[in-house]
């Protein structure tokens, strides 16, 4: 497994989280930790760009479900050792 930490300052304190990205078209996972207060926009568009990805309106999935990407990662239940798969809100990364 490819284990990338990578930072992403959002706005305000609060704790990180240490999530898991999938991504379509990468065969190995990479560990990311984030802000709890960051946008799950936010947040996705700092992963996509990590694994290489340029446009679109990624987001995140957790268990199937798309995530909003106006909302902070804590509000939208993001939890550490969660695995995130990133999507793109249009339609598909």
Excluded: C, W
Excluded at 12 to 40: I, Y
Excluded at 76 to 91: F, Q, S
């Amino acid at each position: 497994m490819v284990q990338d930490q990578v930072e992403a300052h959002g706005q305000g304190g609060g704790a990180d989280v240490t999530v898991t990205v999938v991504a379509p078209r990468s065969v190995e996972p990479r560990t990311f930790t984030f802000k709890k207060s960051l946008r799950v926009g936010e947040a996705a568009r700092e992963a996509a760009t990590a694994f290489g990805y340029v446009g679109g309106n990624p987001t995140f999935a957790k268990a199937s479900t798309v995530l909003d990407r106006d909302k902070t990662l804590v509000a939208e239940g993001v939890r550490d050792g969660d695995r995130l798969e990133i999507v793109d809100a249009g339609g598909g990364v």
